[in-house]
């Protein structure tokens, strides 16, 4: 069983920055592939990037080269450093883990945190 719990969420301008953080519970953490997803009001949910046990990464098209994912084995956390956000960037943001590898459909995911919510004024 992992417990994923969000952290970091918040009001910023657009141009800004936030850092979301995600802890995770569990003794093999570093063996899970770990997500971050996001949810618009009336949209569904899609995946934003996502790193392997081995530090491979995914990233979403849209936020290629504002986005960094990354993640701390020693301290069971995976981070999402979000640079130049947009007012379309405004969504509930969900951590998520998988043992295998990475994918992109929100129901290959096993575990799920509570949601942190992300807010961009323009």
Known sequence: QV????????LVQAGGSLRLSCA?????FSRYVM??????????????????WSGGTYY???V???FT??????????????????????????????YQAIAISPAAYDYWGQGTQV???S
């Open 60 to 62: 979403t098209d849209s």
């Open 69 to 98: 994912i990354s993640r701390d084995n020693y301290k069971n956390t995976v981070y999402l450093q979000m640079n130049s956000l947009k007012p379309e960037d405004t969504a509930a943001y969900y951590c998520a883990a998988r």
């Open 3 to 10: 417990q994923l719990v969000e952290s970091g969420g918040g």
């Open 64 to 66: 290629k080269g504002r």
């Open 35 to 52: 997500a971050w997803f996001r949810q618009a009001p009336g949209k569904e949910r899609e995946i934003v990037a996502a790193i392997s």
């Open 119 to 121: 807010t961009v004024s």
């Open 24 to 28: 995770a519970s569990g003794r093999t």
